[in-house]
C-alpha cells in the first residue's frame, strides 16, 4: 500500500522560511504528477505546487516567486521549499501523488504557522 509522510511544518515569523518534505512509500517515478495542497481554517483546500514525473513544474499564483517544489535525484522525495513566508500562507499542508489510473494518495498533512 502506498503511504506518503509528510514533514517540515513548523511554526515561523512573516518573511522566514521553511522546507517542506514528503517521502513516499515507493518511487515517485510510479506517479504521473506529485503536488503539494493546503487547507486554511475554513477555506477549501487547494493546490499549491505541482510537479510531473518529466519534471514540468506548476504553481498557484499566490506562492509564484516564493515557493520552489522540487525532488531529489534519486527520486525518492518530494520537497517543497518556501521563501517569503506571509501570515496567509498558514495551513495545513499535504503531500499527493497521482496514481497510473484513478488511484490517488495522500499524506497526513503538516501545520505550517506563519506568525509574529
Known amino acids: 500500500q502506498v503511504q506518503l509522510v509528510e514533514s517540515g511544518g513548523g511554526l515561523v515569523q512573516p518573511g522566514g522560511s521553511l522546507r517542506l518534505s514528503c517521502a513516499a512509500s515507493i518511487s515517485i517515478f510510479n506517479f504521473p504528477a506529485m503536488g503539494w495542497y493546503r487547507q486554511a481554517p475554513g477555506k477549501q483546500r487547494e493546490l499549491v505546487a505541482r510537479?510531473?514525473?518529466?519534471?514540468?513544474?506548476a504553481y498557484a499564483d499566490s506562492v509564484k516567486g516564493r515557493f520552489t517544489i522540487s525532488r531529489d535525484n534519486a527520486k525518492t522525495t518530494m520537497y517543497m521549499q518556501m521563501n517569503g513566508l506571509k501570515p496567509e500562507d498558514t495551513a495545513v499542508y499535504y503531500c499527493?501523488?497521482?496514481?497510473?489510473?484513478?488511484?490517488?494518495?495522500w499524506g497526513q498533512g503538516t501545520q505550517v504557522t506563519v506568525s509574529s
Open positions: 510537479i510531473t514525473r518529466g519534471g514540468s513544474t
Open positions: 499527493h501523488a497521482d496514481g497510473v489510473t484513478t488511484r490517488e494518495y
